[in-house]
């Protein structure tokens, strides 16, 4: 049972995509992002703050009440996981000034930018200076995207498919118009009893703009037929 208490409306929330919540299309599957439970945790804490926040790993250890050995890695694993990415911070003299945080709520997508990424393998967070956050929270697109799967659709089958299309389009906002096309081929092919999860992996392998429609015969071979032997069966 989950309870949500009815605060007020001075109270202030933070909106995030289940896909970062759950790790995956399934809330029963191990995550598919590879986050602990402690790195999830911080993750949420970051993007629950504003663009351009300073934070320091000094101030993450007070905020969890951990050593710093520990919050490295904890930061690791959100790089490693798609969700921070630090990039060189210099000042008007062109002088390093530490970096900067780019923090998201949708993996591996993250605003441009021109500075080169600062390495992060040997390069421990220091607590000087403080790292200024740019936190990114794609799910107002790319993210309630992944989860607007119609009804009778496929999860798995509708993520896969558009992490394919937004990939294809260089991680470009998707057209509302190519969206509600899609979505209806996606509803055609469901209620026609097609196997989408086969499907979206031949389309793919073709490189296809489009998932495909019912009578497409290079897709006939996934059509669920034992519904229809069933009724022939029970006619003889």
């Not at 930018?113 to 390069?123: C, R, V, W």
Request: proline fraction near 4%; charge should be neutral.
């Amino acid at each position: 049972m989950i309870y949500r208490s009815a605060l007020s409306q001075n109270n202030h929330y933070t909106k995030l995509p289940n896909l970062l919540l759950r790790g995956g299309v399934s809330a029963s599957a191990l995550r598919d992002d590879g986050l602990t439970p402690e790195a999830l945790g911080v993750l949420v804490y970051l993007l629950s703050h504003i663009d351009e926040w300073q934070v320091s790993q000094a101030q993450l250890c007070l905020v969890f009440g951990c050593g710093k050995t520990k919050m490295q890695s904890i930061t690791q694993c959100l790089e490693a996981s798609g969700y921070v990415k630090k990039t060189a911070c210099r000042d008007n003299k062109g002088q390093y000034g530490g970096y900067d945080w780019l923090v998201t709520d949708t993996r591996h997508v993250f605003p441009d930018s021109t500075e080169a990424d600062f390495p992060s393998a040997g390069n421990p967070i220091t607590d000087n200076p403080p790292q200024r956050i740019t936190i990114t929270k794609e799910e107002h697109w790319k993210g309630a995207l992944f989860n607007a799967c119609p009804n009778g659709v496929s999860e798995k089958a509708w993520q896969k498919w558009w992490e394919y299309k937004v990939s294809a389009n260089a991680n470009r906002k998707v057209a509302k118009a190519t969206i509600t096309r899609q979505t209806h081929d996606f509803e055609l092919m469901s209620k026609a009893k097609f196997d989408m999860d086969g499907v979206v992996d031949y389309a793919i392998s073709r490189g296809w703009h489009r998932v495909g429609q019912p009578d497409w015969q290079g897709l006939q071979c996934f059509k669920d037929t034992s519904r229809e032997d069933d009724l022939l069966g029970a006619v003889k």
